[in-house]
Nanobody
Framework: QVTVIESGGGMVQTGDSLRLSCQVSGGALSSFAMGWFRQAPGKERTFVGGIGRSGVTTAYADSVKGRFTISRDNAKNTVYLQMNSLKPEDTAVYYC?????????????WGQGTQVTVSS
């Protein structure tokens, strides 16, 4: 059974930094493509960024490009989201997403989310 657990959320001020962590258990992290999504109150869940299995390939939403960085440590089964220059509009619940393809079938797993609140 694969589980995904986020941590590191909190309340910060505009311009501050925060690092979220996502730990995957029940499987080798190197098998998973990983991503971060967020959901603000009353809004749909949206893509923040993603990272390939080896960590070489990354992608970001335009709204966070240049401020957020995704990285992964496969030895620690952990993915990180470094968030710099935070803005009030970054306030949301942040979810970690893990995806693995086994015999042409895609399996997706979500964490429970961690709250990030940025005050002005």
């Amino acid at each position: 059974q694969v589980t995904v657990i986020e941590s590191g959320g909190g309340m910060v001020q505009t311009g501050d930094s925060l690092r979220l962590s996502c730990q995957v258990s029940g499987g080798a992290l190197s098998s998973f493509a990983m991503g971060w999504f967020r959901q603000a109150p009353g809004k749909e869940r949206t893509f923040v960024g993603g990272i390939g299995r080896s960590g070489v390939t990354t992608a970001y939403a335009d709204s966070v490009k240049g401020r957020f960085t995704i990285s992964r440590d496969n030895a620690k089964n952990t993915v990180y989201l470094q968030m710099n220059s935070l803005k009030p509009e970054d306030t949301a619940v942040y979810y970690c997403y893990a995806e693995v393809v086994i015999m042409s079938r895609t399996y997706a797993y979500w964490g429970q989310g961690t709250q990030v609140t940025v005050s002005s």
